[in-house]
């Protein structure tokens, strides 16, 4: 494989010198940067691609390398594919019949860990651990996903996060934009290649490693399942009741720390706990698909989110998250006949009919959790004097109401197919990159449709993102006879990507393509909503 990116001469000797040594036999023992500078620093772009290609070449029967893109300044995506499999190529790794999971680190180049243990995993797959995952298991792993945003290191990035004293990466990408805000309106290169990963390799898990700064907790790390109230209840059931629980034993047994649901207690003095008269509690965070695993789910995957304790030291939260990395994977790998099944039967299902979620609130649960309280102490940046927090080894049990997870507001009932105006770019060259199937009509059809009436609609007072979201008020009027023109896209629920489809297409979605704006064009003066829907058998 040509390489990813020059190197300079300065990075390139080492790795030589440790590919030798694995070619020969020996073991693979290439530090990362954060090894070799007693964790002050974190690797850069061209040291990722290096090591990762002399970890190829110590063994080139098990670890292949390839991209999967382009950052908005044209860095190659590096990805790694490890497992039995004669090559990096989608239809070698889909070939295999095992089940694949996709492992991500640096969505938020700030968030530094999981891009560092990727790198330490995948040197102890190269020198022969874990050997018994192969077995079933097929690893896809894209270490620096924000390759941009990575090279802007800073020493004032993440304030108060306890580490790399010497810089680290900025949240958005070269454009400026939160990568894991992006997944359903597709405004950035990097996720476009992200979903023609997805498309082409179809992986059955996707994991996505991130660092979270909220309150001040006594956990090693917090994790999430897909939030969305409409993905489908076996991927949730089995991540809750099973596979969860489970790496939270492995962690607490093994080690001796402590995970948990992601959340947040709110601050009697925060803007959104006075306005909302929230009680004291856990809270977690959102179930809108733009983030990553939410969107996994709505695509009939596992998605788990990782997030390390920002107040560990840097050394702390990258093994603590490599060994939670290595948790879910023995997890996967003892079961991964049941995941495979459980993808394939939500892809067979058919949602046309069923009532699912277009808006969403957190469900107070049944009952009062423990939630383990920590403290920090500041500690001061050597080189800025800027203050960092550090864990204390503290837990403070306390019991307090937990929302955890999403119940619908607002719902309907999935339609039979959805017909796309062929003038709506935006949205056509979107459903092509999500990997929806649709056809388009050679002819005029007559068909009953259903016709979504505008009564108003409701700007967001400040853009996000770089748009201002806006939200549709109306109603479908009853279903009518119509004729519709030749070329109009019919977008059929019935596919494996259904519930996606649905969130996206619905003009109510509170994260589909008219709450970003991307029909605004469209909808100016309009008196009605241009995509319509259909009930009816398309022939």
Same mark, same amino acid.
């Given at each position: 494989?040509p390489?990813? &990116?020059?190197?300079?001469l300065?990075?390139?000797?080492?790795?030589?010198?440790?590919?030798?040594?694995?070619?020969?036999?020996?073991?693979?023992?290439?530090?990362?940067r954060?090894?070799?500078?007693?964790?002050?620093e974190?690797?850069?772009?061209?040291?990722?691609?290096?090591?990762l290609?002399?970890?190829?070449r110590?063994? %080139?029967?098990?670890?292949?390398?390839t991209?999967?893109?382009?950052?908005?300044?044209?860095?190659?995506?590096?990805?790694a594919?490890?497992?039995?499999? %004669?090559?990096a190529?989608?239809e070698?790794?889909?070939?295999?019949?095992?089940?694949?999971?996709?492992?991500?680190? @640096?969505?938020?180049?700030?968030e530094?860990?999981g891009?560092e243990?990727t790198?330490?995993?995948?040197r102890?797959?190269?020198n022969?651990?874990?050997?018994?995952?192969?077995?079933?298991?097929?690893?896809l792993?894209?270490?620096?996903?924000?390759?941009?945003?990575?090279?802007?290191?800073?020493?004032? @990035?993440?304030?108060?996060?306890?580490?790399?004293?010497? $810089?680290? $990466?900025?949240?958005p @990408?070269?454009?400026?934009?939160?990568?894991? &805000?992006?997944?359903?309106?597709?405004?950035?290169p990097?996720?476009?290649?992200?979903?023609?990963?997805?498309?082409?390799?179809?992986?059955?898990?996707?994991?996505d490693?991130?660092?979270t700064?909220?309150t001040y907790?006594?956990y090693?790390?917090t994790?999430?399942? %897909?939030?969305?109230?409409?993905?489908?209840? *076996?991927?949730?059931?089995?991540?809750?009741?099973e596979?969860?629980?489970?790496?939270?034993?492995?962690?607490?047994?093994?080690?001796?720390?402590?995970?948990?649901?992601?959340?947040?207690?709110p601050?009697? /003095?925060s803007?959104?706990?006075?306005a909302?008269g929230?009680?004291r509690?856990?809270?977690?965070?959102?179930?809108r698909?733009?983030?990553?695993n939410?969107?996994?789910?709505?695509?009939? =995957?596992?998605?788990?989110?990782?997030e390390?304790y920002?107040?560990?030291?840097?050394?702390?939260?990258?093994?603590t998250?490599?060994?939670?990395v290595e948790?879910?994977?023995?997890?996967?790998?003892?079961?991964?006949? =049941?995941?495979?099944?459980?993808?394939?039967a939500?892809?067979?299902?058919?949602?046309?009919?069923?009532?699912?979620?277009?808006? *969403?609130?957190?469900?107070?649960?049944? =009952?009062?959790?423990?939630?383990?309280? $920590?403290?920090?102490? /500041?500690?001061r940046?050597?080189?800025?004097?800027?203050?960092?927090?550090?864990?204390?080894?503290?837990?403070?049990?306390?019991?307090?109401?937990?929302?955890?997870?999403f119940?619908a507001?607002?719902?309907d009932r999935?339609?039979?197919?959805y017909?796309?105006?062929?003038s709506?770019?935006?949205?056509?060259?979107?459903?092509?990159?999500?990997?929806?199937?649709?056809? !388009?009509l050679?002819?005029?059809?007559r068909?009953?449709?259903?016709?979504?009436?505008?009564?108003?609609?409701?700007?967001a007072?400040?853009?996000?993102?770089?748009?201002?979201e806006?939200?549709?008020?109306?109603?479908?009027a009853?279903?009518? /006879?119509?004729?519709?023109?030749?070329?109009?896209?019919?977008?059929?629920?019935?596919?494996?990507? $259904?519930?996606?489809?649905?969130?996206?297409?619905?003009?109510?979605?509170?994260?589909?393509?008219a709450?970003?704006?991307?029909?605004?064009?469209?909808?100016?003066?309009?008196? !009605?909503?241009?995509?319509?829907?259909?009930?009816?058998?398309?022939?």
């Amino acid at each position: 494989m040509p390489a990813l &990116r020059t190197l300079a001469l300065a990075a390139a000797l080492p790795l030589l010198a440790a590919s030798a040594a694995g070619a020969q036999g020996g073991p693979f023992t290439l530090r990362t940067r954060p090894e070799r500078t007693d964790y002050r620093e974190t690797s850069r772009y061209d040291e990722v691609v290096a090591f990762l290609e002399a970890a190829q070449r110590a063994a %080139p029967e098990m670890l292949h390398l390839t991209t999967m893109g382009y950052s908005m300044e044209g860095r190659p995506l590096p990805l790694a594919v490890w497992g039995r499999v %004669p090559d990096a190529s989608p239809e070698a790794v889909r070939a295999s019949g095992r089940t694949r999971v996709y492992v991500q680190g @640096n969505i938020h180049a700030g968030e530094v860990e999981g891009k560092e243990a990727t790198l330490a995993l995948l040197r102890d797959l190269v020198n022969g651990e874990h050997r018994g995952w192969a077995d079933s298991l097929v690893l896809l792993v894209a270490p620096i996903y924000n390759a941009d945003g990575n090279e802007r290191v800073s020493l004032v @990035n993440r304030p108060h996060q306890h580490g790399p004293v010497g $810089g680290m $990466g900025q949240r958005p @990408n070269a454009q400026g934009l939160d990568l894991n &805000r992006d997944h359903t309106k597709l405004d950035s290169p990097e996720a476009h290649s992200l979903l023609e990963m997805v498309n082409r390799y179809d992986p059955h898990v996707l994991v996505d490693l991130h660092t979270t700064n909220g309150t001040y907790h006594a956990y090693h790390l917090t994790y999430a399942p %897909p939030l969305h109230p409409a993905t489908p209840a *076996a991927i949730t059931e089995l991540l809750r009741g099973e596979w969860l629980p489970a790496v939270t034993r492995g962690l607490k047994s093994r080690d001796g720390w402590d995970a948990y649901y992601y959340g947040n207690v709110p601050s009697p /003095e925060s803007t959104w706990a006075a306005a909302a008269g929230a009680e004291r509690g856990w809270y977690t965070f959102d179930h809108r698909p733009r983030f990553g695993n939410n969107y996994a789910g709505l695509r009939n =995957r596992f998605g788990i989110l990782s997030e390390a304790y920002a107040y560990l030291t840097f050394r702390e939260r990258i093994e603590t998250t490599r060994r939670f990395v290595e948790e879910v994977l023995d997890y996967a790998g003892a079961n991964a006949g =049941r995941i495979r099944r459980a993808t394939e039967a939500a892809d067979r299902a058919v949602v046309v009919g069923e009532s699912l979620a277009l808006r *969403a609130r957190t469900v107070r649960g049944p =009952r009062p959790v423990e939630i383990l309280m $920590g403290a920090v102490r /500041e500690e001061r940046n050597p080189y800025t004097g800027e203050p960092m927090m550090r864990r204390l080894d503290v837990k403070r049990p306390e019991r307090m109401a937990e929302y955890g997870s999403f119940e619908a507001t607002e719902t309907d009932r999935a339609p039979r197919a959805y017909l796309v105006p062929p003038s709506l770019a935006t949205v056509v060259e979107r459903l092509v990159a999500h990997g929806v199937r649709f056809r !388009a009509l050679e002819r005029p059809l007559r068909v009953r449709v259903e016709e979504f009436r505008i009564d108003s609609a409701q700007a967001a007072p400040q853009p996000f993102q770089g748009h201002r979201e806006r939200t549709l008020f109306g109603r479908y009027a009853p279903a009518a /006879e119509r004729e519709v023109p030749p070329g109009t896209l019919v977008v059929p629920v019935d596919q494996p990507l $259904g519930r996606l489809v649905f969130v996206l297409l619905e003009p109510r979605s509170d994260d589909g393509f008219a709450d970003w704006g991307l029909l605004d064009e469209a909808l100016e003066g309009a008196r !009605a909503y241009p995509i319509l829907r259909t009930r009816d058998a398309v022939p």
